[in-house]
């Protein structure tokens, strides 16, 4: 049996159950665990697996083209779906951290005059404790656009074993890869106003992929539980239990020590979610497929008239000033923050977390333009034309065409739509259409103008979605006096945040006092040092483990980022999302609201140096 833990965003506990689960179904049975979270992998730091191996995952790539064979023909830069390739009247470059390896450039050149290297996607590892066999693997800093490469390398284990699939958070592509092979999939929310709207996300993605997931509700003595409870009951789905929210569970985790092995209340509703799980019955494999309905938390950004308008595509002679608000990980209070400088600034905000966004839950915008965003391209097969030749099959990197009673299709899950396939087809049977992935919106807010977007479930989040967002947060700001744009980036260190972050003045990183906290900063920081971007750090619940916030003082220390502020464990950041406000406007005089003024302070000083 495979267990895919999951959720639609990240802080939510998802990790902490997987990890709790697996320690309770290894009292009795030799358990897998498989750690997909390649961008911000932590089940290893509460596990604590020993004979720890490792190994390199590298990836075939063009580093450029051979001056002696290269004629600039162009035709490798312009088969080349990832623009990894620029070809001018002079010379030609290659940009090998862009390069997928689909193989349609090396099928055009007639001069053969392509070098080919390998570059170092990830790194895999494989670990043991007790009964539990783990496995993780961690995507090197400025990879874009691997993550999904590294999962599908890190699930070819066995599968001898009960097996716990850690879910990266989301609903992108890379969670759909996951999950799409799991027997039981288990949604981790909590009862706020981020959990909940974010829960109705991974259950339309789940809808969508024909699985009927089962929930599990962490923090429950937070936000509105009963609203919860309702809307799960009216959507059928069963709560396997509900975990307490409990100051105690969250010094624990600070400290890398699983809750169930010190907490005696804590197991038992562990081990009543494992028997639920086994007591149910197998799902059909080939149920219809039902058509996916959007939340109805989603309507907020339709217009009123459902009329679309084109922005300016005019690009501004100067740009604002960017400062990206990230985290290596979901739940440090982000957007929170991000939320309350916009307010300050009263300038634009741009939300750059497309696969999870929830920056409108504090601002309720007024939708002023939207338009489709039309991301990518796939691939279909004709099978009228279609002379199964299986050339397709052999050149896809990706898996994605087979063969099944003499007939090929092409699983769109799974294309990259690269368009080597094209190139090799005999009959002229593949035909290329444009994707609908997402929507992208301007709107006004209460403290300014907003650029976000809604990443469609189970979509590629490549990246080119938030440089839309960006694009427009850019091109709509005035640039009369020195203005600033407020970023709210994406979770993790893969292409969105590198998108959200690439380019921009400074990169703010919020960050916690646990042991995940200070391993997902120290996987951020990589990142901005790889792109050359100032970094600050802010210390969100501080207090929670002074030694693990002194660990953190000493790593900016050493790798040249400045503590910009450190903020207390602080029940009111949650009573403010209820109710649709940021933390300035629901406490304006408090210490929590002076010290985050004093901290935008120092943000906007790091800038102008």
Known sequence: MKIAITSGKGGVGKTLVATCLAGVLAES??????????????????????????????????????????????????????NAIVAGKKNAMAFPELCRWCGACQIVCPHDALIVNKRTIGTVYHGQ?????????????????????????????????????????????????????????????????FGQHDLKLSVHLCHSMNIEPLVLVNRSGIGDLEALRRWCASEKLPILTEIPDDRQIAELYSKGLLPIEHLDYLRPLFSQAARKIAALPEQPKNKKIRKPILPKTQTIFLNSDNSLKITDEKTPSTNPIEITIVSGKGGTGKTSLAACFAQLEKTVVADCDVDAADMHLLFEPKVLESQEFIGGRVMSIDPRQCSVCGNCIDICQWDAISRTNNTVTINEDNCEGCGACVLVCLTKAIKTKQTHDGKWYWSATRHGHMSHAVLEPGKENSGKLVTLVRKNAAQKTDLSKDAVVVLDGSPGTGCPVIASVGGAKAAVIVTEPTVSGLHDLIRILELTEHFKIPAGVIINKADINPQVSEDIKKLAQNRHAVILGQLPYDPVFVQAQQEAKTILEYEPNSELSKKTKDIWKKIKLMCLQ
């Open 29 to 82: 049975e030799n358990v897998r665990y498989i750690d997909c979270d390649v961008e911000a992998p932590n089940s290893h730091l509460f596990l604590k697996p020993d004979k720890i191996q490792s190994e390199e995952q590298t990836l075939p790539c063009i580093e450029g083209m051979d001056p002696k064979k290269c004629t600039l023909c162009g035709l490798c830069a312009k088969v080349c779906y990832f």
């Open 129 to 193: 404790v007790g009964k539990i066999d783990l496995h993780w693997a961690t995507l090197q800093a400025g990879a874009g656009g691997m993550t999904v490469r590294l999962i599908e390398q890190i699930k070819q284990c066995p599968n001898d074993k009960l097996t716990i699939l850690d879910s990266p958070p989301g609903t992108s592509c890379a969670v759909v890869h996951t999950i799409q092979d799991a027997d039981i999939v288990v949604l981790v929310a909590d009862p706020t106003r």
